[in-house]
Structures are given as structure tokens and as C-alpha cells.
């Protein structure tokens, strides 16, 4: 795997963890809001704090899954590419079902480091 493709991984994982922590740590900070187009009382509702702090760990699962594929996987091209695939799919069924901005947001820069894997 080029150092090109694990920067550009580097940066898609950096982009989950920052996810992550708007759901699981700043929940309902103003940030949190306007990124997910909730407003602060949608935001403080129990039951969306709790699913906000779910999808979260999963966010940040995904960041750590990513770096292990770049740097410590025995199989870093074929993990990597399947972890980007995945984050591809799950952007265009948000695009297809919530914002179609999701498309370019979560899966712009994983679809720049597909291409970098096969390339």
C-alpha cells in the first residue's frame, strides 16, 4: 500500500472519529445540530442522545478498523477496500434516504482512497 493511500485513509478515519465524537461526546452541542439537522430540542431528547451515542461507538469502531487495515493488517490493500467499500454503500443509502449531500460528505474522500488502493 502506497503512503499516499494510508494518508488519504488516515484522513477518512480522522473524519469518523470526529463523527464520533459529535455523537458521543458532543451530543447536543450546537455543532452536533448543524451538522445532523436536528434541532436542540430533538437533540436532548433521551431517546436521540442514546441513538446519536450508538451510532457513535460505531463511528469510531469504524475510524480504529480503518487504521488497522492501513497500518497493521497482513492485508492492508484487501481490508482497506473493503472497509471503504462498506463506507461507500452505507453514503449512498443516507444519500438515497436522508441527505443526498451524505454522498459527497462521508463517501467523497473514501471513494478518493478506493481509487488510491486500486490504482
Given amino acids: 500500500m ?9 484522513l477518512v478515519a480522522v473524519k469518523f472519529f470526529y463523527i464520533m465524537y459529535l ?22 431528547h433521551p ?3 442514546t441513538l446519536l451515542k450508538n451510532q457513535g461507538v460505531y463511528n469510531g ?31 449512498a443509502y443516507g444519500s438515497l434516504t436522508s441527505d443526498k449531500m451524505i454522498l459527497l460528505k462521508q463517501g467523497g474522500l473514501a471513494f478518493v482512497g478506493l481509487i488510491t488502493l486500486l490504482l
Wanted: net charge positive; charged share 10%.
Fill in 2 to 10: 502506497s503512503l499516499f493511500s494510508q494518508l488519504i485513509i488516515t
Fill in 47 to 49: 431517546t436521540v442522545q
Fill in 61 to 91: 469502531l469504524l475510524g480504529v478498523a480503518l487504521l488497522y487495515g492501513a497500518y497493521f493488517s497482513s492485508a492492508p490493500k484487501e481490508i482497506s477496500a473493503l472497509l471503504l467499500i462498506y463506507i461507500l454503500l452505507v453514503a
Fill in 23 to 44: 455523537e458521543t461526546f458532543a451530543t447536543a452541542s450546537k455543532t452536533t445540530g448543524r451538522v445532523f439537522k436536528l434541532n436542540k430540542q430533538e437533540l436532548n
